[in-house]
């Protein structure tokens, strides 16, 4: 775009320039001949200010989103609900397919997952048993004990009919059979004891049981929660895999493709290509992309100002802003892609459409000269310097053209072939017009504006 512009005007200088020449009016900017003495030339100097500009590049309209549906499973087409070019609706269902052995496993896993809610029931029912027993086994440890008191005092109140039978028997109060049995009943009495005890220790060791059976019903309960948890995540997995039978819109749009008939068998390929059954393309928003060349990389930011013409609407335009870029160039084109997103209510902007985008962009604190100070030859361009009186020819480099002024980017010696380009200072005192007559190190007159 750059060297068209500058081929035009520099053909345009060229017909000036051969113009001005033969002509010799009073009025071109520079008169005299070198017989009468130095040339007389118009300087100026470069300005600064801002150049408006645009990148201008193809781009192609696509679809918002679009996306392939696929078949999970093996299964024969049962219904097809939809066809090409339909409208959509996000979850609308498009086809449903015949799958036995995941309907199978969805009825099993239901199944299982009764029997676990039954186990579940039935081991808290257990548990509640064996919570029962251990507090009917409790109160028989205190009866046990209290019992083991009695025996105790029964015991000790012997020992005392003992000694006050021994007592009597020496003082002959009562007989020696008398003395027997009293001592019979002290060891009776020691001998409850030691049962009362032993009862104690077993009423202990029912209750220790009894609670240990607790404690295993209500760990069996909790093997039965957890086998429940499992076999409802099992059946809710069966339950989510016979939802893939349904193939359901994945958002707004339409139909852009089937390739399926009622009966079909999809054996889906693992590891491979697989022809979707349907393609949904959502439009009410359609995507612009762009490649844009390196050198205007920088200029294509988000945010920026576009307009999109498609030619196949009758050069219709509609303006936009850049939504988003790739923000990295492709190693193999050297471009950036950028996409711009457009409202798209009518449908008119179908994708696939070719376009062409124009990407506002400027220039600030651009150096400007007016072009005819610029001169073309040999894709080269030059402007002469005015240094102390002679004509000091550079080679320069040029940007953007702007009503009538071009962006001088650097310069160099006209001589210099290579080398660093020294940056335009705006001090310059550039010649402007009839570049052609001039010679490099030619001593010119300024001429200086009517008053």
Same mark, same amino acid.
């Given at each position: 775009?750059?060297?068209?512009?500058?081929?035009?005007?520099?053909?345009?200088?060229?017909?000036?320039? $051969?113009?001005?020449?033969?002509?010799?009016? &009073?009025?071109?900017?520079?008169?005299?001949?070198?017989?009468?003495?130095?040339?007389?030339?118009?300087?100026?100097?470069?300005?600064?200010?801002?150049?408006?500009?645009?990148?201008?590049?193809?781009?192609?309209?696509?679809?918002?989103?679009?996306?392939?549906?696929?078949?999970?499973?093996? $299964?024969?087409?049962?219904?097809?609900?939809?066809?090409?070019? +339909?409208?959509?609706?996000?979850? =609308?269902?498009?086809?449903?397919?015949?799958?036995?052995?995941?309907e199978l496993e969805v009825k099993q896993k239901a199944a299982l997952l009764e029997m676990a809610t039954a186990e579940v029931v039935?081991?808290?029912?257990?548990?509640?048993?064996?919570?029962?027993?251990?507090?009917?086994?409790?109160? #028989?440890?205190?009866?046990?004990?209290?019992?083991?008191?009695?025996?105790?005092?029964?015991?000790?109140?012997?020992?005392?009919?003992?000694?006050?039978?021994?007592?009597? @028997?020496?003082? &002959?109060?009562?007989?020696?059979? =008398?003395? +027997?049995?009293?001592?019979?009943?002290?060891?009776?009495?020691?001998?409850?004891?030691?049962?009362?005890?032993?009862?104690?220790?077993?009423?202990?060791?029912?209750?220790?049981?009894?609670?240990?059976?607790?404690?295993?019903?209500?760990?069996?309960?909790?093997?039965?929660?957890?086998?429940?948890?499992?076999?409802?995540?099992?059946? +809710?997995?069966?339950?989510?895999?016979?939802?893939?039978?349904?193939?359901?819109?994945?958002?707004?749009?339409?139909?852009?493709?089937?390739?399926?008939?009622?009966?079909?068998?999809?054996?889906?390929?693992?590891?491979?290509?697989?022809?979707? #059954?349907?393609?949904?393309?959502?439009?009410?928003?359609?995507?612009?992309?762009?490649?844009?060349?390196?050198?205007?990389?920088?200029?294509?930011?988000?945010?920026?100002?576009?307009?999109?013409?498609?030619?196949?609407?009758?050069?219709?335009?509609?303006?936009?802003?850049?939504?988003?870029?790739?923000?990295?160039?492709?190693?193999?084109?050297?471009?950036?892609?950028?996409?711009?997103?457009?409202?798209?209510?009518?449908?008119?902007?179908?994708?696939?459409?070719?376009?062409?985008?124009?990407?506002?962009?400027?220039?600030?604190?651009?150096?400007?000269?007016?072009?005819?100070?610029?001169?073309?030859?040999?894709?080269?361009? @030059?402007?002469?310097?005015l240094e102390s009186g002679k004509v000091m020819k550079l080679r320069v480099q040029v940007g953007r053209a702007d009503k009538g002024?071009?962006?001088? #980017? $650097?310069?160099?010696?006209?001589?210099?072939?290579?080398?660093?380009?020294?940056?335009?200072?705006?001090?310059?005192?550039?010649?402007?017009?009839? #570049?052609?007559?001039?010679?490099?190190? =030619?001593?010119?007159?300024?001429?200086?504006?009517?008053?």
């Amino acid at each position: 775009m750059r060297k068209s512009i500058v081929h035009i005007i520099g053909a345009g200088l060229v017909v000036i320039v $051969g113009c001005t020449k033969d002509s010799g009016s &009073k009025n071109s900017p520079v008169s005299g001949t070198p017989t009468d003495g130095p040339i007389r030339v118009v300087v100026t100097t470069p300005k600064k200010q801002t150049i408006a500009w645009g990148i201008e590049q193809p781009g192609s309209v696509q679809a918002y989103e679009t996306t392939p549906l696929v078949a999970k499973f093996p $299964g024969y087409v049962k219904q097809l609900a939809v066809d090409i070019g +339909d409208k959509v609706k996000a979850g =609308q269902l498009l086809a449903k397919l015949s799958i036995p052995e995941v309907e199978l496993e969805v009825k099993q896993k239901a199944a299982l997952l009764e029997m676990a809610t039954a186990e579940v029931v039935l081991a808290r029912r257990s548990a509640e048993v064996s919570v029962q027993t251990a507090k009917a086994v409790e109160p #028989l440890v205190t009866v046990s004990l209290a019992n083991v008191d009695k025996a105790k005092a029964d015991g000790a109140r012997w020992d005392s009919e003992v000694k006050r039978a021994k007592e009597s @028997y020496s003082k &002959k109060v009562i007989d020696e059979q =008398q003395l +027997d049995e009293t001592v019979r009943q002290a060891a009776a009495a020691v001998a409850a004891t030691a049962s009362a005890e032993a009862t104690v220790q077993a009423a202990k060791a029912n209750l220790k049981e009894a609670q240990a059976k607790v404690a295993r019903a209500e760990a069996e309960v909790a093997v039965a929660l957890g086998k429940e948890k499992v076999a409802a995540a099992a059946a +809710d997995i069966a339950l989510a895999l016979s939802e893939y039978a349904e193939i359901r819109a994945p958002f707004d749009g339409v139909v852009t493709a089937r390739n399926v008939h009622t009966g079909h068998f999809l054996q889906p390929t693992s590891g491979g290509r697989v022809e979707p #059954l349907f393609v949904v393309a959502r439009l009410d928003t359609v995507r612009i992309f762009v490649e844009v060349p390196e050198l205007q990389a920088e200029k294509a930011k988000v945010g920026a100002a576009v307009i999109v013409r498609v030619p196949a609407l009758s050069h219709r335009e509609v303006a936009g802003t850049i939504t988003r870029t790739a923000g990295v160039l492709s190693p193999e084109s050297r471009t950036l892609r950028v996409e711009i997103d457009l409202p798209n209510t009518d449908g008119s902007l179908r994708p696939g459409l070719y376009c062409n985008v124009r990407i506002a962009a400027n220039s600030t604190d651009a150096q400007v000269v007016p072009a005819a100070a610029v001169l073309f030859a040999d894709e080269t361009a @030059y402007c002469y310097q005015l240094e102390s009186g002679k004509v000091m020819k550079l080679r320069v480099q040029v940007g953007r053209a702007d009503k009538g002024n071009l962006e001088l #980017l $650097g310069k160099r010696l006209a001589h210099l072939s290579s080398g660093a380009w020294q940056p335009i200072t705006g001090t310059e005192s550039i010649i402007v017009g009839n #570049l052609g007559a001039l010679v490099d190190g =030619q001593e010119v007159q300024v001429e200086l504006p009517a008053q």
